[in-house]
């Protein structure tokens, strides 16, 4: 298997909560290492930018101002089939179908405050690293 780098981000919901530490451990326990990590409070244009995909869905204006509407912390994580298993440790989007012991089950409150985000591919994750983090930040 490929030692593969995704990106991730704690979402406003569980910053607020003050849950990053327990959204990491899941992460350092099921063979995902931090990399690199810093917790920023996204600009409108950023949070747009970043999820552009969706500029056409209807519920684009509301995610944008929740992903606004509080500091998250962005990392980049590294493991073995990173990109799929940090989306496995994740659940699905929507906590009332997230499997047991994933993150959004454990904490989301919502379809939409749903704790976390993870790259949905290898691509995806570059893209996304590149935007957050600067080379420098990052080990080779
Ligand atoms: P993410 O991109 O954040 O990792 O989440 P995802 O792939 O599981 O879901 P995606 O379809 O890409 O949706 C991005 C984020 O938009 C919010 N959302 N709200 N109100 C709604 O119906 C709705 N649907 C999606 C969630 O915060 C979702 O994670
Ligand atoms: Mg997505």
Do not use: C
């Not at 869905?57 to 940090?86: H, I």
Request: charged share 25%; no cysteine.
């Amino acid at each position: 298997m490929a030692i593969e780098r995704t990106f991730s981000i704690i979402k406003p919901d569980a910053t607020r909560r003050n849950l990053t530490g327990k959204i990491n451990t899941i992460f350092e326990e099921n063979g995902l290492r931090i990399i690199a990590q810093k917790r920023i409070w996204m600009s409108e244009q950023q949070a747009k930018t970043f999820y552009g995909v969706h500029a056409e869905r209807p519920f684009f204006k509301d995610l944008v101002s929740f992903m606004t509407s509080g500091p998250v912390v962005v990392q980049v994580l590294e493991g073995e089939n990173a990109v799929a298993k940090n989306r496995e440790l994740m659940g699905a989007t929507n906590p009332a179908n997230a499997a047991e012991g994933t993150i959004r089950k454990l904490f989301a409150e919502s379809i939409e405050a749903n704790s976390a985000h993870g790259s949905d591919s290898l691509e995806n994750a570059a893209t996304e690293i590149a935007y957050f983090f600067a080379g420098l930040e990052l080990l080779a």
